[in-house]
């Protein structure tokens, strides 16, 4: 009786620790840390709307507005000149001076601008005011005269350049160009090696260049002196290609062969081609006949002669 007692104690005591146990654990606070909780959705850029400022463009190259000039002619000189005729493709042209003088307040460097088929009517002055540089623009209308040629007065100066520009590209531009005429050649006395008589500048030429960076073909291309239309003109070889490379350049004498600068010559009898007392105009044209390139030069002014 005495045994069976004691497991029962035992048994109450086991029962009794458990249940004190477990009241323990339910009262006991959750140390689990909490869920994260779910993170914000990324912010959206602000809808653009027509008040909001828009981002800055970026500058516009202003130099795509200037006006595009081409070159028309280069004169330039010492003393007294009137240059040779040159052409206004444009509607506008301008007129770059300079001048090289040891004082341009003492220097006189006037221009007379003439139309053309006027010589004697003045269309434009242009004088330096003792400035050593100037630009003067001009306007024309679709309806006039677009040849000149320019008196120059200079005095108590060592040099002058005058650069003509206009708006508008020639007809054709070609790379293919006359860069140079020398007109004065030299007089030759009679001798027996050349059957006694006088040749007079044989040695002129004119100096054609490719600008270009590639072969370019000028076979069949005709040379001529507009001023002068009883002289002969000058054709490169039809059948045999006539190449120039890149930047050469080739001569056209009058009567002379040079095979060091292409070979090319008139063959214009005793010589005088081109005119020492007028200036004259060379034209280039292709074999179908087109206007490629022309080229004028200035004569000097002849002392105690009146200008035109």
């Not at 809808?47 to 400022?53: H, R, Y």
């Not at 010492?78 to 301008?94: A, L, P």
């Not at 060592?158 to 160009?177: F, H, Q, V």
Request: net charge negative.
């Amino acid at each position: 009786m005495k045994n069976k007692i004691v497991r029962y104690l035992i048994a109450f005591t086991v029962l009794l620790f458990l249940t004190l146990n477990l009241l323990v654990a339910c009262t006991q606070p959750n140390t689990s840390p909490p869920p994260t909780p779910p993170k914000p959705p990324p912010t959206q850029p602000p809808i653009a709307s027509e008040n909001q400022t828009p981002e800055e463009a970026p500058p516009i190259d202003e130099a795509k507005n200037e006006e595009e000039w081409y070159k028309v002619e280069t004169f330039s000189g010492e003393v007294d000149e009137t240059t040779s005729t040159f052409h206004i493709h444009g509607t506008e042209w301008r007129i770059n001076w300079i001048i090289d003088a040891e004082d341009s307040e003492e220097a006189i460097f006037e221009l007379a601008i003439y139309p053309k088929d006027a010589p004697y009517a003045i269309w434009e002055t242009v004088s330096n005011a003792g400035k050593s540089s100037g630009e003067v623009n001009y306007f024309l209308s679709l309806q006039d005269k677009r040849d000149f040629l320019i008196n120059v007065t200079a005095k108590n100066l060592s040099g002058w350049t005058l650069i003509i520009e206009d708006n508008a590209p020639g007809p054709n531009p070609s790379p293919i160009k006359i860069t140079h005429i020398h007109y004065l050649g030299t007089v030759y006395p009679p001798t027996p090696e050349t059957g006694c008589y006088e040749r007079v500048e044989p040695d002129e030429y004119v100096v054609i260049k490719n600008l270009s960076e590639c072969y370019q073909d000028i076979s069949g291309w005709v040379l001529k002196n507009i001023s002068r239309p009883t002289v002969p003109s000058f054709t490169f070889p039809r059948f045999i290609p006539v190449l120039l490379v890149p930047g050469e350049i080739i001569r056209v004498y009058t009567d002379e062969y040079h095979l060091e600068t292409g070979g090319f010559s008139f063959y214009y009898g005793t010589g005088d081609l081109w005119n020492n007392d007028k200036p004259n105009t060379a034209v280039l044209y292709d074999a179908q006949g087109n206007e490629i390139s022309r080229k004028s030069y200035a004569v000097p002014t002849q002392i105690n002669e009146p200008n035109e």
